[in-house]
């Protein structure tokens, strides 16, 4: 049986339609790639601003409603009793000038920790905060530790160590910048300033590069 003769017209707007059909396909690919990528940035940052701004309420209530009585809260070393206060230790400040110079280092090595995404990103902050906690609680000097310059150096240890072991492109570049920007901060693990809790930078630090050294090997590991 002859087969009816092929409708050029309709033969060129179905190529047509196809190759529209391609094209819309792909632009809906890279929407949904972009809105991907924008909720995940979003929420990246939610986590770190989160994060900062519990320390900012905390101080606020602690100065306006409960009259600096937090102050005698953190890290007591040696006292087995008052061991369960290390992990808000770096949620707790001495004042307001005090979680100033700890906001911008929080917010900036925070957000670059993020990158990893928002899971590593409380892995890497639980980390530090009980395992930095611990060493300030060994080794630290008989006073109250608090602050959340901890976490701070905690998060300038993860950073280095991770692009120094894992090497890829993104954890080279995260390295090198947070040398750049924060490199004097490693200055402050060293017992200069007699107000300054250089056990708690020292321990975050180094639980930060112990964190960073075991993450970079689980990645290539897997990879």
Do not use: C, K
């Not at 690919?29 to 995940?40: F, I, K, L, Y």
């Not at 950073?159 to 390295?175: K, M």
């Amino acid at each position: 049986m002859a087969l009816p003769p092929i409708d050029s017209g309709y033969a060129t707007r179905l190529r047509h339609g196809y190759r529209s059909g391609r094209d819309t396909i792909g632009r809906s690919d890279g929407n949904v790639r972009a809105q991907s990528w924008g909720r995940a940035i979003i929420n990246r940052g939610r986590m770190v601003l989160g994060l900062v701004g519990l320390m900012w309420v905390i101080e606020v209530i602690d100065t306006v409603v409960l009259g600096r009585s937090l102050n005698a809260i953190g890290i007591h070393p040696r006292d087995v009793g008052r061991a369960w206060q290390i992990p808000l230790a770096p949620f707790l400040h001495g004042d307001f000038g005090h979680l100033i110079s700890n906001t911008g280092p929080l917010l900036w090595l925070g957000a670059m920790v993020s990158v990893w995404g928002v899971g590593e990103f409380l892995l890497v902050t639980a980390g530090i905060t009980v395992f930095g906690g611990a060493g300030t609680w060994l080794i630290g000097r008989d006073a109250v530790h608090q602050g959340g310059s901890l976490l701070a150096l905690g998060f300038f240890g993860y950073l280095v160590a991770r692009g120094a072991v894992e090497r890829r492109v993104i954890a080279v570049a995260l390295a090198i910048l947070t040398v750049y920007w924060y490199g004097y901060a490693a200055w402050s693990v060293l017992p200069a300033v007699p107000r300054v809790s250089w056990e708690s930078h020292l321990s975050g630090m180094l639980a930060g590069a112990a964190m960073g050294y075991l993450r970079a090997r689980v990645t290539r590991t897997r990879a």
